[in-house]
């Protein structure tokens, strides 16, 4: 890693620190051998001052204390029907595993309480079958376990709720993770399966909106997504509805898995949000550091024109930038020629790492908006190494000089540097 990566990380920390995380884990990730790095890695978000429940699912256990007991079961997650043998499963099984949370927590560390946090009352007949001991969520104790987190206290809650009269119901952890979350106000749920999902469909985009997500579910091939996965992707749009701005779904078969979701732009796993990813905004005197150390690299590859600091600084309100989680990714200026109302788009550039994404399309488009807002009746630009893509992008190239402002057609004529003229075709 270098200076430069760190910094990125680190931009990050004032944004998390105070924040509540809501981590639902899958009952098999607490078996598999990579539980400790989960753990070393929770261990990190609580030094950074960032409050974090702790859900946990447990069918991969319920399963398998079935099978050693020889009990035929009627669910093992939490949302079909479970019978008083299956709820009996469930309750040793559930325990145990706490049990074992709490130990591995202790090795880490850290201080942790299980709570009785969720209140559930009978699901009732679900599609004409009475579902017995399965519950749904009437009510979380945010209460109780805000008053854990001021504590110092990382709360742990199980995949059980219990009625007005005491009884144990079955409730399914993916739920319960999105209802905590929302009773919390939680910045993120992280919901970590045993394989990272981006690994088990073909998706172009690892960043869904809900609105995106939602469209993904009800297509063809969402309809041939693994359960466990939809079940998840379901919860996180409701989630993001009900104002968690973000939920991430990762696995732990990549043993940072964690850190890289949440501590980089791109992350590695899958993620569902609510709010504005990225957004293009105008530049202001604080991003020109910024803008002249992104553009350096292309400078130096003479895909862009050298601007010196002071040049960005006297120009910094033609600029456009895009930024990720706050951090400056990509930019694109629109100098406007006041005398002919022309307009350039100049020094367009995304950063190494985020390309192949969109971004360069978007602040094309952002800088032909600008343009426009500029009255200008012409948007052009001049390109060594880029034509080919703002082709692509809108622009048609044109062989008549006569087309540029007198000013830049001098520059032009002074240090050519055999770039190519473009005009955009909407103008
Ligand atoms: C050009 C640039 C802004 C594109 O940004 P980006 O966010 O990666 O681009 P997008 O995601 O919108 O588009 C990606 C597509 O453009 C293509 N592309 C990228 N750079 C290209 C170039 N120089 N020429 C032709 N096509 C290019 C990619 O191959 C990809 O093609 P595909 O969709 O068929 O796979 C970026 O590569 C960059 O900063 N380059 C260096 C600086 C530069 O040349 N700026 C242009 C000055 S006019």
Redesign the pocket.
């Known amino acids: 890693m270098n200076f430069e990566d760190l910094r990125a990380i680190l931009q990050y920390v004032p944004q998390f620190r105070g924040a509540t995380f809501v981590v639902a884990l899958d009952g098999a990730v607490i078996e598999s051998p990579d539980f400790s790095n989960i753990l070393l890695d929770l261990a990190v978000l609580r030094s950074l001052n960032i409050d974090v429940v702790l859900v946990h699912g447990a069918a991969a256990q319920i399963e398998a204390l079935g099978a050693k007991r020889k009990v035929a079961l009627s669910n093992c997650d939490g949302t079909g029907v479970t019978d008083e043998a299956t709820l009996e499963i469930s309750m040793d099984a559930i325990s145990r595993l706490s049990h074992s949370i709490m130990q591995s927590l202790t090795t880490v560390k850290i201080r942790a309480a299980s709570t009785n946090a969720i209140q559930a009352r009978p699901a009732g007949i679900i599609g004409g079958v009475d579902a017995r001991f399965t519950g749904t969520l009437d009510r979380v104790d945010g209460a109780m376990l805000r008053s854990f987190l001021d504590q110092n206290i990382l709360p742990v809650v199980q995949p059980l709720g219990f009625d007005a009269d005491g009884r144990t119901l079955r409730v399914n952890s993916d739920t319960v993770a999105r209802e905590i979350a929302v009773a919390l106000e939680a910045a993120k749920i992280i919901f970590i399966s045993l394989r990272n999902p981006v690994n088990t469909g073909d998706f172009e985009s690892r960043q869904w909106s809900s609105e995106d997500a939602q469209k993904i579910l009800e297509s063809e091939s969402g309809k041939e997504l693994p359960i466990g996965f939809v079940s998840k992707v379901k919860q996180a749009i409701r989630a993001t509805r009900d104002g968690v701005p973000r939920v991430h779904l990762i696995g732990v078969d990549r043993n940072d898995a964690l850190l890289a979701e949440l501590f980089s732009n791109e992350g590695v796993g899958l993620m569902v949000y609510a709010d504005a990813y990225h957004e293009v905004r105008l530049a202001t005197p604080s991003d020109a550091d910024e803008i002249y150390s992104l553009?350096r690299r292309?400078v130096e590859?003479e895909?862009?024109i050298e601007r010196p600091r002071s040049e960005i600084i006297a120009n910094i309100k033609d600029y456009l930038v895009l930024a990720i989680d706050g951090n400056v990714v990509?930019c694109?200026a629109v100098h406007l020629y006041e005398e002919e109302k022309v307009a350039e788009?100049?020094?367009?550039?995304?950063?190494?790492g985020?390309?192949?994404?969109?971004?360069?399309?978007?602040?094309?488009e952002a800088a032909r908006k600008q343009a426009e807002k500029l009255n200008a009746s012409r948007l052009f630009?001049?390109?060594?190494?880029?034509?080919?893509?703002?082709e692509?992008?809108g622009f048609e190239k044109v062989d008549d000089l006569s087309l540029l402002p007198a000013k830049r057609l001098d520059q032009w004529k002074g240090n050519s540097r055999n770039a190519v003229l473009l005009v955009h075709r909407e103008y």
Do not use: E, P, R, W
């Not at 788009?345 to 190494?352: I, N, Q, R």
């Not at 630009?381 to 703002?390: E, F, M, N, P, R």
């Open positions: 553009i292309a590859d895909q862009l990509g694109v788009l100049a020094c367009l550039f995304v950063k190494k985020h390309n192949g994404m969109g971004y360069g399309g978007i602040l094309v630009a001049l390109s060594t190494q880029a034509a080919g893509y703002l692509k992008a």
